[in-house]
């Protein structure tokens, strides 16, 4: 996209400052971003808010990766984790605190939100499940490993698979807020 989509301005702010609000109006904590190779000008973006910084400095791994970096930050008594890509900027506040919930009612449950029959993000994975990640393996393998261990959960919601993979995405995006 030629520039950092987390910095893209998307109603009137950057793009991860929507995730973050989202995630802060949740029970979710701590609350930790993980960052790539050039993620210093984000790193200051987001200094004010009550964030953990994990660094993922390979340019080359997947988001497998990231969530290891990730995981290596969250304390022992941590019982899940919610996965918000900053792709998905307009993910609702009630959509991310309905996954929480579903994580209290079920906490052994990967919880998926699904709308109108597509599933979306973000994905909220027992800690236990994600400790089971082998070192080449991806979070889709989490998931179809056992079935039974996965609830997709209806919300009404399109923002859970509205992504910003390509400048016509952003644009898009643009125009549902404006």
């Known amino acids: 996209m030629g520039t950092s989509k987390q910095l893209l301005p998307l109603a009137d702010k950057p793009v991860i400052h929507l995730c973050l609000a989202t995630l802060l109006a949740t029970p979710a904590r701590p609350l930790v971003v993980v960052l790539g190779p050039g993620g210093e000008a984000v790193q200051e973006a987001i200094a004010p808010f009550p964030v953990t910084i994990a660094w993922n400095r390979d340019p080359e791994t997947d988001m497998a ?12 008594e941590c019982t899940g984790v919610l996965i918000q890509l900053v792709d998905h900027p307009l993910v609702t506040i009630a959509t991310a605190q309905a996954i929480c919930a579903a994580h209290v009612a079920t906490p052994q449950a990967i919880i998926i939100p699904t709308c109108n029959g597509r599933q979306g993000h973000p994905t909220l994975f027992p800690k236990s499940i994600l ?3 082998a070192p ?14 996965v609830i997709r959960l209806p919300v009404n919601d399109e923002g859970i698979f509205l992504d910003m993979d390509t400048p016509a995405d952003y644009e898009t995006l643009r125009q549902r807020v404006s």
């Open 65 to 76: 990766g990231s969530v290891r970096a990730g995981l290596a930050l969250l304390p022992e």
């Open 131 to 133: 400790d089971e990640l």
């Open 136 to 149: 080449e393996a991806i979070l889709r393998d989490l998931v179809r490993k056992d079935p039974t261990r």
